[in-house]
Structure formats: C-alpha cells, structure tokens
C-alpha cells in the first residue's frame, strides 16, 4: 500500500508544484499511518485531486476535456442506510442543477480489510423498471412501484432498497422539429446519467462506492439505449414513425432512422435547456484533451472502441488513430456483474 500511497502523493505533489519538504513530511505522516492502522485516510485535497485524475485516466470517456472541473462530494464520514440514501439524493439533486448538469462525484468510506461499508448493486442510480440491462437488480425481486428502479445497496452485509421519488428526476420528452408522428410514440429519458457500479482506487486506497457523473453524449440515447437490440430495441417503431420504407435494406432505412433519432435527441435535450454534447463537438474536446495532455507530457491512454461514437465513427479524429489501453491509477474499475447478494433479505425505505 505504501508504494502506490508514494506513487501517487509524488505524482500529486509534483503536478501542484507542492514543495518536497512537504512531499517528504507527508509520505512519513502516511507511513507510521500504515504501520499504526494498515491504512492510511486521503486529505480532502488529496481525495480532490484523486477523483479528477481517476477520471483523466478514464480510457473509456471521450468527455475527459473537463476532467479538472469534477465536483467532489465527500461523504466518507457516513455512517447510516439514512444518512447515506440522503446522500444519493443529494447527488441527484445536485447533479441534476435544473438542467444545467455539474459534473460531480460522491465518494462514500473505503474499504477496510475486508469490511466494506457500502455498495450499490445498480450500475446506474437511475434506470427505468422496463430496463433489461437492470435485470441484477430485478432478480432481487423488490416491490417496484415507480417508473424507475429503486436503488439496491449493501450496508454491512444488509441489503436495502431505496425507492426514487419521480419528482427528483428530470426527464426530457423526446420530439422531433420535423416528423410529428415520432412525437406520438410518447419517448423520454433521464437527464443525468450516474454511474454507480464502478469502484475507485486512488494510492493504494479503493472506494467501492463513488457514484459519479458527467452529461450525455447523444448517441448513448439514440444510438445504444433506444435501438440497440438487447436494450430497448425500438428501430422498427421509430422508422415507421418517420415513414420510411423498411421493405429493403437497399432504402437505407436503419441508417436514416440512427441519424434522425440523434438529431431528435439532441433537439429535444437543447430544447428543454439539458445539457447534453453531440458526437462531433464531443470528439473535438477529446481533441483538445489530448493537446493539453501532451503540451503536460502526459502519456494518452484510451479505449479505441469506446472512443469513436456509435454513429458516423469514420467522420471524427478518433476513428483514424489508435489508443494505448493500459489502465493507470487513479481510476475507476468495473466490479463483476451478476447479483452477489442474492438470497438475502432486502430492508425497504
């Protein structure tokens, strides 16, 4: 632990130009903490700085331009199941800003030994009931009575459930300037997307519970959640209200229908003032990022094929380039799917 804690105070405290004196008192402070306690606590400007660079160092995000600006949210003083659905609240209410989403993670207690004191089992806070990729969830079997799933999470080897009020989530209606029977198809999705199902390692220190957030890049809607045929697979639906003809693959039908919902996507977002970032502009961010990143002599790391948009790839910087994969800390990490908990009892809130 003490090596990753050095390599990541060093890392920390030459980017801040923070003088070695203070370098070398710290990673003495942090040492006799190890040898007292077998870990050691993060500062608050430590954990800052940790959670901005897991995100920088996230190979899979073509959104790391504003990596820097990442509102931190700490609550690893919580205790309680209350107090800490009152702290998802809070991100959500946060994060949401009315549509003028902030950037923002909640980083809750580490994980100690073997003691983890919370883990939420959604990947996202926020899912619709009718969400296949949800079914984790599901299988637990929780009285479900909103349009969203609730919120299933460990405390102590205890699962909960948390119920999302439908009030705290922003929506936005789906419509199109120019094709009013795609309207009537009555589509909508969430404003802000939370990622809740990754865990964070920053020095040797893993938070299994960070919920975090960005905004979102049209295609994720368009493209991946509303058409993909193990998700929601509503291609066929969307054509037809769009009047295209889908007797041949020779009328570019699929196509056609990919690019319109986008646009309707991104239309709609803009529209009813939510944040959200088309494939174009989000490419030549990452663009810029990586101009920044070189200009510090940093090393770029990526996901290629995460990085290219799931429409029209071939037409931004990304497509043409490949990407070094290796993961380096901080970061986030996916935990294995399925439902570990399965079989024990649920306390509903």
């Given at each position: 632990?003490?090596?990753?804690?050095?390599?990541?105070?060093?890392?920390?405290?030459?980017e801040l130009n923070i003088p070695h004196a203070e370098t070398e008192a710290r990673l003495q402070s942090i040492a006799e903490e190890i040898c007292q306690t077998q870990t050691y606590r993060h500062t608050p400007e430590e954990l800052e700085y940790g959670v901005r660079v897991a995100w920088r160092n996230s190979n899979?995000?073509?959104?790391?331009?504003?990596?820097?600006?990442?509102?931190?949210?700490?609550?690893?003083?919580?205790?309680?199941p209350a107090e800490f659905e009152a702290?998802?609240?809070?991100?959500?209410?946060?994060?949401?800003?009315?549509?003028?989403?902030?950037?923002?993670?909640?980083?809750?207690?580490?994980?100690?030994?073997?003691?983890?004191?919370?883990?939420?089992?959604?990947?996202?806070?926020?899912?619709?009931?009718?969400?296949?990729?949800?079914?984790?969830?599901?299988s637990i079997k929780p009285d479900i009575t909103s349009k969203f799933l609730p919120i299933v999470y460990q405390h102590n080897e205890q699962l909960h459930t948390l119920a999302l009020p439908e009030e705290?989530?922003?929506?936005?209606?789906?419509?199109?300037?120019?094709?009013?029977?795609?309207?009537?198809?009555?589509?909508?999705?969430?404003?802000?997307?939370?990622?809740?199902?990754?865990?964070?390692?920053?020095?040797?220190?893993?938070?299994p519970c960070a919920p975090f957030n960005g905004w979102y890049m049209e295609s994720e809607i368009a493209s991946r959640n509303l058409l993909d045929c193990y998700r929601y697979n509503l291609i066929e639906q969307i054509a037809d209200s769009f009047g295209f003809d889908r007797t041949t693959t020779a009328t570019y039908w699929r196509d056609r229908t990919l690019v319109e919902l986008n646009y309707a996507v991104y239309h709609s977002y803009k529209s009813h003032g939510v944040a959200v970032v088309d494939h174009y502009t989000a490419s030549k961010q990452f663009?810029?990022?990586?101009?920044?990143?070189?200009?510090?002599?940093?090393?770029?790391?990526?996901?290629?094929?995460?990085?290219?948009?799931?429409?029209?790839?071939?037409?931004?910087?990304?497509?043409?380039?490949?990407?070094?994969?290796?993961?380096r800390d901080p970061n986030f990490y996916y935990r294995k799917k399925g439902c570990p908990f399965a079989g024990q009892s649920i306390r509903d809130h």
């Open positions: 632990m003490f090596d990753q804690a050095q390599s990541f105070i060093r890392n920390m405290h030459e899979r995000c073509i959104g790391r331009l504003f990596w820097d600006k990442l509102t931190l949210i700490d609550r690893r003083h919580v205790q309680t702290a998802l609240l809070h991100h959500i209410d946060y994060a949401t800003n009315n549509g003028k989403i902030r950037p923002s993670i909640t980083v809750f207690p580490p994980r100690t030994g073997n003691c983890t004191p919370f883990i939420i089992l959604n990947d996202q806070l926020i899912r619709y009931t009718s969400d296949t990729l949800a079914e984790p969830v599901k705290k989530i922003l929506e936005v209606p789906l419509h199109h300037p120019n094709h009013p029977a795609f309207d009537d198809l009555n589509l909508a999705w969430y404003a802000v997307p939370i990622i809740s199902g990754m865990e964070l390692r920053i020095g040797g220190i893993t938070y663009e810029k990022f990586e101009e920044q990143e070189r200009a510090a002599g940093r090393r770029i790391t990526g996901d290629w094929t995460w990085l290219i948009p799931p429409i029209s790839p071939s037409l931004v910087h990304n497509f043409h380039k490949g990407y070094d994969n290796t993961y």
